[in-house]
T-cell receptor, first 111, second 116 residues
Framework: SQQGEEDPQALSIQEGENATMNCSYK?????LQWYRQNSGRGLVHLIL?????REKHSGRLRVTLDTSKKSSSLLITASRAADTASYFC???????????FGKGTKLSVIP | DTGVSQNPRHKITKRGQNVTFRCDPI?????LYWYRQTLGQGPEFLTY??????LEKSRLLSDRFSAERPKGSFSTLEIQRTEQGDSAMYLC?????WGTGSDEQYFGPGTRLTVT
C-alpha cells in the first residue's frame, strides 16, 4: 500500500505565524485526509479533500491537493500554542477503506 | 461522552502471553478499524469491519492476531503468543457507512501494550 510522506519532519514557529506542511504520495487516491495528534487528545480528524477537489477550507485550515504532482499541503493560519501537535496526512486509495498514514510533521508553536 | 472507547488503556504482559483489547465504537457507526502505532511513526492499518464482516486485513496482520466484531457493535483484537515487537499503541477508529462525513474516522484513545 502507498504511504504519504510529510515534509518537513519538524517545524517550529512563533505564535501568530502561519504553518505550512506538505504531503507527497505515489499512487492514485480516492481522498486525502489530515489528522492531528497530541498526547492529550489522541488522533483527531481535521479535514478531508477528495481527488476531484483542489482546495478546501475549515476555520484556520486550508488544504490544497494537486493530483498531477501527487501532493497536498496543509496551511494553518494565525497559529496558536494549542496547535502544537503532530500532523499526519492519510491516504484512502481506490477500492479500499483503510487509511495509510505518513510519519507526520511535528509542529511546535512557541508562545 | 459518546466517542470511541478502548479498554484497557494500558497493558503490560510477558512475552508469550495472550492479550485481548476491546473497542466500543460510536453507536451509529457501522465501520470499525484497528491500527497500530509505534513511537515516531504514523498509525499502520491492521483490519477493517463493516458491521460484523471483516472486509480488509493488512499483510502485517500475522496469524497470531485475530479480530472479531460478533454483533456489529464492539470489537476485540487478540494477540496470541506476544512478542516484544508487538509493543505499540493499538488504536481503534469508527466511521459512518453512508452520508456526509462517512470517510472521516474517529479514533479512540488507544491501548498501549508493553511486552516484557
Amino acid at each position: 500500500s502507498q504511504q504519504g510522506e510529510e515534509d518537513p519532519q519538524a517545524l517550529s514557529i512563533q505564535e501568530g505565524e502561519n504553518a505550512t506542511m506538505n504531503c507527497s504520495y505515489k499512487t492514485s487516491i480516492n481522498n486525502l485526509q489530515w489528522y492531528r495528534q497530541n498526547s492529550g487528545r489522541g488522533l483527531v480528524h481535521l479535514i478531508l479533500i477528495r481527488s476531484n477537489e483542489r482546495e478546501k477550507h475549515s476555520g484556520r485550515l486550508r488544504v490544497t491537493l494537486d493530483t498531477s504532482k501527487k501532493s497536498s499541503s496543509l496551511l494553518i493560519t494565525a497559529s496558536r500554542a494549542a496547535d502544537t501537535a503532530s500532523y499526519f496526512c492519510a491516504l484512502r486509495g481506490a477500492g479500499s477503506y483503510q487509511l495509510t498514514f505518513g510519519k507526520g510533521t511535528k509542529l511546535s508553536v512557541i508562545p | 461522552d459518546t466517542g470511541v472507547s478502548q479498554n484497557p488503556r494500558h497493558k503490560i504482559t510477558k512475552r508469550g502471553q495472550n492479550v485481548t483489547f476491546r473497542c466500543d465504537p460510536i453507536s451509529e457507526h457501522n465501520r470499525l478499524y484497528w491500527y497500530r502505532q509505534t513511537l515516531g511513526q504514523g498509525p499502520e492499518f491492521l483490519t477493517y469491519f463493516q458491521n460484523e464482516a471483516q472486509l480488509e486485513k493488512s499483510r502485517l496482520l500475522s496469524d497470531r492476531f485475530s479480530a472479531e466484531r460478533p454483533k456489529g457493535s464492539f470489537s476485540t483484537l487478540e494477540i496470541q503468543r506476544t512478542e516484544q515487537g508487538d509493543s505499540a499503541m493499538y488504536l481503534c477508529a469508527s466511521s459512518l457507512r453512508w452520508g456526509t462525513g462517512s470517510d472521516e474516522q474517529y479514533f479512540g484513545p488507544g491501548t498501549r501494550l508493553t511486552v516484557t
